[in-house]
């Protein structure tokens, strides 16, 4: 069975901070894609990042990165110089690569409430 | 990505009444997924709804409750049946846009039971 935990239900920063969001993930799969979604009050989900698990380089786009780590079981998720407009709940999702049935299942975390304080 | 579009946005509704909600896509896809997400909760998949065959319901989710039209490749409905204030969520739909491994969703639909 997979697993997602988001340790952080809630934080607040000031704009302007650094803010990094943590995921571990379980799974006996070798071949596995890990997710970062935004969700913000208007409640639509946004993707924003998409990871194999066997690429475990780090991805910058912008102000946000990524740090996936398989010794660890972690796929941790920066903000730089956060902004207002990034308030909203932030959800880890892992999907195992073949669930059998034809089709991939996402196994979202509980999700991080980040609220950005001006 | 995908343009995906859910109707209604949002609603309120009486116990004991049943609800539709839409999803179009605009392109066609292989699998659309219902998910539930209450207040303040993460998302749990629903079913999954391939075109032409029975959707396949996870655990604690039966066609009863909520039973899943999909007449062809770009649209599918859910219906929350008998609705109690237990319903009150956010249902989204979403789909894997080009066999790409990633699903992308709708923008919600906001339903409240009173």
């Known amino acids: 069975a997979q697993k997602v935990t988001q340790a952080q239900t809630e934080i607040s920063v000031v704009e302007k901070e650094d803010v990094t969001l943590d995921c571990v993930y379980e799974?006996?799969?070798?071949?596995?894609?890990l997710f970062w979604y935004k969700q913000p009050p208007s409640g639509e989900l946004v993707f924003l990042i998409r990871?194999?698990?066997?690429?475990?380089q780090n991805e910058i786009s912008g102000r946000y990165s990524w740090n996936f780590q398989k010794s660890t079981s972690s796929f941790n998720f920066t903000i730089t110089a956060s902004q207002v407009v990034d308030s909203a709940v932030y959800f880890c999702?892992?999907?195992?690569?073949?669930?059998?049935?034809?089709?991939?299942?996402?196994?979202f975390g509980k999700g991080t409430k980040l609220s950005v304080i001006p | 990505s995908a343009v995906i579009s859910q109707k209604p946005s949002r609603d309120i509704c009486q116990r004991g009444t049943s609800l539709t909600i839409q999803c179009q896509v605009d392109?066609?896809?292989?699998?659309m997924f219902w998910y539930r997400q209450q207040p303040g909760q993460s998302l749990t998949l629903i079913a999954t709804?391939?075109?032409?065959?029975?959707?396949?319901?996870e655990s604690g989710f039966v066609i009863d409750k909520f039973p899943i039209s999909r007449p062809n490749l770009t649209f599918s409905t859910l219906t929350v049946s008998n609705m109690s204030p237990e319903d009150s969520s956010i249902y989204l739909c979403?789909?894997?846009?080009?066999?790409?491994?990633?699903?992308?969703f709708g923008p919600g639909t906001r339903l409240t039971v009173l």
């Open positions: 979403s789909v894997d846009r080009q066999n790409t491994d990633t699903q992308y």
């Open positions: 799974t006996r799969d070798t071949t596995y894609y």
């Open positions: 990871r194999n698990s066997f690429d475990e």
């Open positions: 999702a892992l999907s195992e690569a073949d669930s059998g049935a034809g089709s991939y299942q996402l196994t």
């Open positions: 392109s066609q896809v292989t699998m």
């Open positions: 709804a391939n075109q032409g065959s029975e959707a396949t319901y």
